[in-house]
């Protein structure tokens, strides 16, 4: 009868560390209701790693009597992992469970049947997979730097120094924002904050008198509903929200009047995405983030509004 495992790896600042992992011996994890063995180490440093690399750690399970059991014992720890960076400030990145290095089909057989070795990829999260023959995994690393030139930097600090520019807060901290995204990893960490760039740049206009006159109805209505102290607050605040066009919207419309119709039905497109994923944790359309795109369209809107007054 077949066992099943997993490994799972996981990441962590330069310079966290724990202390009761030491060195790269496996420490056992004495979790309750487990049905296969669990242990947890450090990784040693890759070779070559660019300077205060993250922290590296992976645990291992085995003795699992099916699949199922070791997924759910390792997602289980993933997602426990993910609180525990957060409650103690030490952030844990748990990965998206997919390959960050790996070799060919060709040299995983030629490995399984001249040394008896099933050759796995190096996965960033969880792979969970059949035991029985000894599993190792091929690991490569290298640090490379790609340089661009950046023409006319200094022509256009100067040109910009004497310009003298004032720039109202909020449009500083746009700036900065915008900037950061540059450092960001993350696709879809970059895809959220360049969609937080426009919201900070946008302005809330009120709705038609129509609407707030028909607002004003409703809450009349709602005065004389039978409802809790807190149900009535609720939906007092959600009326008094309504009479402001939504953040989506003004996003939208503040994309449209600098860059016109297309590129504002675009920007939706992109919002309804970051919606998805902010609410849902998903989205079907994950093809949309796209932060090389989308950036294109948030740094000509930011330009744009550092020109208004």
């Given at each position: ?108 057989d030629m ?114 509903a039978t ?54 944790g998903r ?27």
């Open positions: 009868m077949s066992n099943f495992g997993f490994m799972l790896r996981f990441l962590m600042p330069s310079g966290k560390i724990v202390p009761e992992i030491s060195g790269e011996d496996e420490l056992p994890l004495g979790l309750s209701d487990l049905l296969g063995q669990v242990a947890i180490r450090r990784l040693p440093p890759r070779p070559n790693c660019t300077p205060s690399p993250p922290e590296r750690y992976e645990v291992r399970g085995s003795g699992f009597q099916s699949m199922e059991m070791a997924s759910a014992c390792g997602k289980r720890i993933k997602q426990a992992l993910a609180v525990v960076g957060c409650e103690l400030d030490c952030g844990i990145d748990v990965g998206n469970d997919r390959s960050t290095s790996g070799a060919s089909l060709f040299v995983k490995f399984r049947d001249k040394f008896c070795v099933k050759l796995r990829d190096n996965i960033h999260g969880l792979d969970v997979f059949e035991e029985g023959l000894p599993v190792s995994r091929m690991e490569m690393s290298g640090t490379m730097t790609v340089t661009s030139r950046v023409e006319g930097f200094l022509d256009r600090l100067y040109d910009l120094y004497q310009k003298g520019i004032l720039l109202t807060e909020k449009k500083v901290f746009a700036l900065a924002f915008y900037n950061s995204t540059l450092f960001e990893n993350s696709t879809q960490v970059r895809f959220l904050n360049l969609i937080t760039v426009v919201e900070i740049l946008s302005q809330r206009c009120r709705v038609s008198q129509n609407s707030v006159d028909l607002l004003g109805r409703m809450h009349s209505i709602l005065r004389e409802l809790t102290h807190n149900e009535l607050r609720s939906l007092t605040n959600g009326l008094h929200n309504l009479k402001r066009i939504s953040i989506g919207e003004s996003c939208k419309g503040l994309v449209s009047k600098h860059l016109g119709r297309q590129p504002g039905e675009y920007f939706a497109r992109c919002y309804r995405v970051r919606s998805d994923l902010v609410h849902n989205t079907s359309t994950p093809e949309r983030i796209n932060p090389t795109e989308l950036g294109q369209v948030v740094k000509q809107v930011l330009l744009a509004e550092l020109q208004t007054t």
